[in-house]
């Protein structure tokens, strides 16, 4: 089956304390980004890359870190987590060429004390 | 810069009834892509509609339907005869070339549904 697959999907964490947010594709696609989405405010995107150790900085990339090593693979960094970092985070990919649509994973909720 | 508006915070609908969801955007790019999400209450996000700026055709799928107008910038999106598992939060976004490659989403704040029995 054709997914985005993010770990954990819930996690309460402390101020501080390095975390990494994973997320996965198996649908061989060239572009994946990184979401977080905050009442009144939508989604909005933090980092994207466009291929293997291409990354970029989306909206609002502060706070946090991505690589990109493998096709599939696209974690998110929190090295010094803050309570402003509390939030649901959204990982997404879609194939590169023409625009489709993006498949997203299924949210990590996130609570930073 | 691209931007996208959705108004409505919260609709509420008795199940039955016709519910129109607005979005309003703003990009300078003639070629652009825009978008509809469906939330529901698991968290998920899930992809409904995708048009691009050339095509100004609507399109219905079952219940809903959508209402491209470039004149007017709106790409407006209506539940026919509501049910209770249309309770969501809907997302419109936006992507075009000029401004971000199409590398990025650009979403609304999101409309809020509910439909009660």
């Known amino acids: 089956e054709a997914q985005v697959t993010q770990n954990p999907r819930y996690l309460i964490t402390v101020t501080g304390k390095k975390l990494t947010v994973t997320c996965s594709q198996n649908?061989?696609?060239?572009?994946m980004s990184w979401y977080r989405q905050d009442p009144g405010l939508g989604l909005r995107q933090i980092y994207y890359?466009?291929?293997?150790?291409?990354?970029d900085k989306g909206d609002v990339p502060e706070g946090y870190k991505v690589s990109r090593k493998e096709k599939r693979n696209f974690p998110l960094i929190l090295e010094s987590p803050s309570p402003n970092q509390t939030s649901l985070y959204f990982c997404a990919s879609r194939p590169g060429g023409r625009l489709t649509e993006a498949f997203f994973g299924q949210g990590t909720r996130l609570t930073v004390v | 810069a691209q931007k996208v508006t959705q108004a409505q915070t919260e609709i509420s609908v008795v199940e039955k009834e016709d519910v129109t969801l607005d979005c309003v955007y703003e990009?300078?790019?003639?070629?652009?892509?825009l978008f509809w999400y469906k939330q529901p209450p698991s968290g998920e996000l899930v992809f409904l509609i995708r048009r691009n700026s050339f095509d100004e055709q609507n399109e219905i799928s079952g219940r809903y339907s959508w209402n491209f107008q470039k004149s007017t910038s709106s790409f407006n999106f209506t539940i026919t005869a509501s049910q209770v598992v249309d309770s969501a939060v809907y997302f419109c976004?936006?992507?075009?070339?000029?401004?971000?490659?199409?590398?990025?989403?650009?979403f609304g704040t999101g409309t809020r549904l509910l439909v009660s029995p």
């Open positions: 649908m061989n696609h060239e572009y």
């Open positions: 890359s466009m291929n293997v150790e291409v990354t």
């Open positions: 976004a936006l992507s075009d070339a000029m401004n971000t490659g199409f590398q990025k989403l650009v």
């Open positions: 990009t300078r790019d003639t070629t652009y892509y």
